[in-house]
């Protein structure tokens, strides 16, 4: 009799034991379910393209120099009760988009430091998907010269002959805009401030030297197929012009440049029979900013280094133009 007790304790102890072992399995096999829907759900958050492009993004600049501060602001065309915000950011169009850790608000900053990053913004609901989104914007680096050592000894001015080649008008073709008006209103007076703290001059001095470096009542110029108009207020003037080669001058410093010269082939009356571009480049390719010298003589054009009107893209303002001049 007792051991038929003892039998039927023993295949009881049993019995608990095993009932105990699958209830910790399946407890183990929901709790491994419900880790991998957390993972398809913070997946989904990173790949969902689907919501409406309601939020537009603004404060993204032309182009911004390798190092330069990013600050980015996302505007809601309508109002939401949503304020979860999420930024995502992608190398290239082929890679999957990633959060940007830290960037929880509708301000965005960041230090330019990777050429065509794509950003975008959304607000996530209440279940942590996408509500509505914006549109990618594209983050453009453009530090106009190489950062191998001899590409900045070239902007500075030290070549050799052998390294110059000729250009063509192409170069500068485009819409641009003279900076004197910037320097009279005042816009660029943090440029010459900071020009003063390494230079040799004080803030005034600068501002001065550059009034009568700048100084122009050609306002705009427009530069398409071999044909350069300018613009003096409401008045314009234009012509055809070719390639006359280029000159090599040597400065006081000691440091060099290169005039590339165009002579007009025709046009209005008013238009100058030489054309010189010195953009600190001296082989072809696309110019973004230059210093331009014009006038019927070509060799007394040469001599004239104190006026350089300097034109840049017409679609900056005013603080595109003060970061560019910043950055050189």
């Known amino acids: 009799m007792k051991r038929l007790a003892l039998s039927l304790f023993s295949m009881l102890l049993i019995s608990v034991f095993l009932v105990a072992c ?28 689907e919501a409406p492009e309601d939020i537009k993004i603004e404060g993204i600049a032309d182009h911004y120099h390798t190092g330069d501060k990013i600050e980015l602001t996302a505007v809601l065309d309508n109002e939401t009760e949503f304020d979860n915000w999420h930024w995502y950011s992608r190398e290239n169009a082929n890679d999957d988009w990633k959060v940007v850790k830290g960037q929880e608000t509708e301000i965005f900053t960041d230090e330019a430091t990777v050429n065509g990053l794509e950003v975008k913004v959304a607000l996530l609901n209440n279940e942590n998907k996408q509500s509505i989104q914006s549109a990618p914007v594209k983050i453009v680096i453009d530090d106009h010269h190489g950062d191998d050592e001899e590409s900045k000894q070239i902007y500075q001015g030290y070549f050799e002959d052998s390294q110059v080649n000729n250009r063509e008008l192409s170069d500068w073709e485009g819409d641009w805009q003279s900076v004197y008006p910037y320097l009279l209103s005042g816009d660029l007076d943090e440029v010459f401030e900071h020009k003063a703290e390494n230079g040799e001059m004080t803030k005034e001095e600068y501002k001065e030297y550059y009034t009568v470096g700048y100084k122009t009542d050609v306002d705009r110029i427009l530069i398409k197929d071999n044909f350069v108009t300018f613009f003096e207020g409401e008045k314009e003037y234009s012509g055809e012009y070719e390639s006359d080669g280029y000159e090599i001058l040597t400065y006081e410093k000691g440091n060099r440049g290169v005039r590339f010269i165009f002579k007009l082939v025709d046009g209005t009356e008013n238009m100058p029979k030489y054309i010189q571009f010195s953009d600190h480049n001296i082989f072809p390719v696309d110019s973004y900013h230059y210093h331009l010298y014009w006038g019927d003589d070509r060799e007394k054009l040469l001599e004239e280094v104190t006026n350089w009107p300097t034109y840049y893209p017409s679609n900056l303002d005013a603080d595109g133009l003060v970061r560019d001049m910043l950055a050189h």
Request: glycine share 8%; charged share 35%.
């Open 22 to 49: 699958q209830g910790t399995k399946n407890q183990q096999v929901d709790g491994a379910e419900e880790k991998e829907s957390e993972v398809h759900e913070d997946t989904a958050i990173n790949s969902d393209n």
